[in-house]
Structure formats: C-alpha cells, structure tokens
C-alpha cells in the first residue's frame, strides 16, 4: 500500500503551485502514438461484449413491461396478470415481486416467447402531454427559481441599446439509445451474490442492488462487462438490478438482455429544455446586457426495478449545478458587463425519467444563446462571425 511505502516518513514538500516542468523534449510518452490492445480483437469479432458473457448453468430473462413508460413518479402497476401461455414453452416461469415481472426460461428465444406471452393488465396513469404540448406544460408549471449569476443591471443597459433580442427555443428529450440494449448477468445466492454488468460506477450499483435483494453490500461483488458505448446514464444500471432480483427470484444464475422497446421506452432521457435569451448591443456590436431562462425538469434517482419492486419509491436527485442553466455555456464566453441567469427548476416526478446525458443540457442552451447572437448581428447588418470576435473574451475563444 501506500502507506507500507512511505512507512514513518513525511513529504514535507511544500505547495508552492510552481511545481518543476519537463521540458517537451524529455516527454517519453505524451504526445507518441500508442497501440490500441484491444482494436484487433474488435475489429475481428473476438472481443468479448457483456451481451455474450455466459455463466455456468444460467437461465435467460426477459422483463415484462408496458411499452413505453408514463410519468416517473406514476411507476407501472399491474392489474391483472395471465401467465398460463407458458405452459407450452419449456422450462418458462414468470417471475414476480410486487410490479416488477420477468421470465425465465433455459433458451433465450423461450425467454422471448414468454414475455410476449405473459398477458398484463396494467394500470392507465394520468397521461403525459402530447410532444406538441410538453413545452407549453413546462413553462406554465410551478418552478423552483434560483439565480445562478447576477452582475449589473441588465434591463438598464437593454433600455439604452441599439438592438435588442428575444430568442426562445425548445428542446426535445433525447434518448440514450445504445446500439446494443443493455445487458447484465448475476448470480445471487442467500449468502452473496455476483452481477456482471457496465455501470459507470460500480459502487453506486452495489449499493442499489444490495438494497433491492436484501444483502450486506459487502456480500455483493459487481464486475465491469464491455457494453455498447453510452454518454451518460443510461439503462446499464436498471438491467443490473433487474438481472441480480430475478436470479434471487429463479435460484439460479440468469443472463438478462433488455429487448429495444425496454430499453427505449425506459430510458433516463435527457430532460427537455425551454429556453429565453435577451440579448441587447450597442451601435459598434458589442454586447451590453444577456439574460437567460431556463425550465427543465430534475434527474430521476431511483431505478424502475426498485421503484416496480417496492424496494424505493421514486426519488429524485437532489439539485446540482449541472442539472440547470449553464454560466459557462449561456454567454460565458463573451465579455458582458449586464448579465442575469434564473434557472426554473421542474418537479421531475411529473414527467418521463431524466438523468445526463453527455454534456447535460448544453446543446439546448447553445442553441438559443447563439441563435439570438445570430439574431443581433441580423439587426445590426454586421456579420455574426465578426459580432462574435468583438466580443468574446479571450484568445482560446477567438481561436
């Protein structure tokens, strides 16, 4: 260990933040090309993915669920449910706790067959606005506001303007959409348990799966298996909680794949975003007053398997900078004396399950902050490139 390392003796170095630089020409690594390991393997279809791991003596899986998910805090609730098709598939069982169902069977197309065979009646929750009018329902809705930055006064400095802008825009949810849906395999026995899975945090997942089968999280071994490639948070962790309580359920090893329309239609979308930029500049183009609204909807904390199973109810994540407009990315880069940021907070459980996707939200709120930038210049007859050079505030931005 480190510690067995340095033994009795101290660093005592000080931190004067002018630390000693190799010069580029000793570099020995940086900057030298370096042979990808694993590409020939890839490339020729050895690579072993997630989706083709096997365990000794495992059963296949399916979930059951409706097709597409209502609102997050709504859940899915059975009725009713039939499962006497499976009578005539070989070894098939359905497997149940509380809302959550799932089948097993020794073949993976048997698996298939009795999922789509299984008959639920599902509970018809409040419905969820149209995409038409998703937008209209977010601005409209009673928010959270808090100013993310404040600095002059930015309806002084538009009053005094040679141009103004209002530029609004709407964002849609975005799927995670792998391209391959995700899969998981576990081996949960009373004593421990052992899930293969590609959680981006492998001890998040612990503890997920550890509260949802009942065990010590030092009982439960979670281990990295290569899956499609996913930015953000996606279905990974979903399928590893479902795989580990339907092998609990079965008594046996299970591999579970989730088919397209799981993976799709219970997603951690990327939330949807309704933005308001006010732009204002004087005669020579430079920019003296931005304002930016944001309404967007909060990340959804708890997995649909321990939501459906009973294990916790439906949660959201508590609030961070990232979840909300954006300082950096609404006008950051330009140099502005007047600038106000008021972020609208949704509650989340009122809407489909959010959660990151790569670089949350800031294609969303680029997208109206350089339209209305696009917009100024239109005002000004002065092209939006150069517009952009007078103002932005450094040479990495110019660049």
């Known amino acids: 260990t480190y510690g067995e390392l340095i033994g009795g003796r101290r660093f005592d170095v000080t931190i004067t933040g002018k630390a000693p630089l190799k010069a580029t020409t000793e570099y020995q690594l940086v900057g030298q090309r370096q042979k990808r390991t694993d590409l020939a393997a890839k490339l020729t279809g050895r690579h072993v993915f997630i989706q083709q791991q096997r365990l000794p003596g495992m059963l296949h899986a399916r979930v059951v669920r409706p097709r597409g998910q209502s609102a997050y805090g709504a859940g899915a609730r059975v009725l009713r449910v039939d499962d006497s098709a499976l009578a005539a598939i070989p070894g098939a069982r359905l497997l149940r706790r509380n809302d959550f169902l799932g089948v ?49 006064d930015v309806r ?28 998981a395999l576990a081996d949960v026995r009373p004593d421990g348990g052992l899930v293969i899975c590609s959680s981006q945090d492998v001890h998040a997942a612990r503890r997920g799966i550890a509260q949802l089968v009942g065990l010590p999280q030092e009982k439960i071994r979670v281990q990295y298996g290569e899956g499609a490639g996913t930015y953000g948070h996606s279905c990974y962790d979903d399928v590893a909680q479902a795989a580990a309580l339907l092998s609990q359920l079965a008594g046996a090893p ?68 990232v979840q909300g407009v954006n300082a950096l990315t609404c006008g950051g880069m330009y140099d502005i004396a007047n600038v106000k940021l008021v972020n609208h ?40 490139v150069e517009l952009r050079r007078r103002n932005v505030k450094d040479e990495r931005w110019r660049g």
């Open 104 to 152: 097993v069977a020794p073949l993976e197309w048997d698996a298939i067959r009795a999922a789509q065979a299984v008959v639920v009646e599902w509970e018809t929750p409040p419905p969820l606005p149209t995409s038409s009018g998703l937008h209209a329902q977010m601005r409209a809705a009673t928010t959270t506001d808090n100013v993310v930055l404040e600095k002059g």
């Open 156 to 183: 002084v400095a538009a009053d005094e303007a040679a141009a103004t802008v209002v530029q609004q825009g709407n964002a849609p949810y975005q799927a995670h959409a792998p391209f391959a849906p995700n899969c």
């Open 254 to 321: 299970v591999r579970l794949q989730f088919m397209r329309a799981d993976e799709h239609g219970w997603d951690t979308y990327g939330p949807p975003h309704v933005g308001e930029a006010r732009l204002s500049a004087d005669a020579n183009g430079r920019i003296v007053a931005y304002e930016y609204h944001g309404w967007q909807h909060n990340w959804s904390l708890v997995e649909t398997t321990s939501q459906l199973a009973g294990a916790a109810p439906a949660t959201e994540w508590p609030p961070v900078a």
């Open 345 to 384: 907070r949704l509650p989340g459980l009122a809407y489909l399950r959010g959660a990151w996707l790569r670089s949350p939200l800031d294609l969303a709120f680029a997208f109206v902050s350089e339209q209305a930038v696009d917009q100024l210049a239109v005002q000004l007859a002065i092209d939006p």
